[in-house]
């Protein structure tokens, strides 16, 4: 059975720090890109970061850049998104995703097979 299962939200004061966890079983995770979603209230879910099983390659939204890492450790089937200078805006519902696709296509949720069930990130003001 695939599983996806995140960690590590909670609620961080605006400019502060988080790292959220997904853990992978059920699959062989050097064959799937595993990325990062989130979603708002009012909306669409927003595709935000994605790393390559096979070979690292790591993408990311501009909303994220330079602010969001992803990075995966493949013996402990987990992918991490370390997360700073979080903002109020970055206050949504976090899922990670794994998807047979390339990394690249990071932002489209259709083609992600499997989804966890999502951590929640609030950033206070």
């Known amino acids: 059975e695939v599983q996806l299962v995140e960690s590590g939200g909670g609620l961080v004061q605006a400019g502060g720090s988080l790292t959220l966890s997904c853990a992978a079983s059920?699959?062989?995770?050097?064959?799937?890109?595993i990325g990062w979603f989130r979603q708002a209230p009012g909306k669409e879910r927003e595709g935000i970061s994605c790393?390559?099983?096979?070979?690292?390659?790591?993408y990311y939204a501009d909303s994220v850049k330079g602010r969001f890492t992803i990075s995966s450790d493949s013996a402990k089937n987990t992918v991490y998104l370390q997360m700073v200078s979080l903002k109020a805006e970055d206050t949504a519902v976090y899922y990670c995703?794994?998807?047979?696709?390339?990394?690249?296509?990071?932002?489209?949720?259709?083609?992600?097979?499997?989804w966890g069930q999502g951590t929640q990130v609030t950033v206070s003001s």
């Open positions: 995703a794994a998807t047979a696709h390339s990394a690249m296509y990071y932002n489209v949720a259709t083609l992600f097979d499997y």
């Open positions: 059920g699959f062989t995770f050097d064959n799937y890109a």
């Open positions: 790393i390559s099983g096979g070979d690292g390659s790591t």
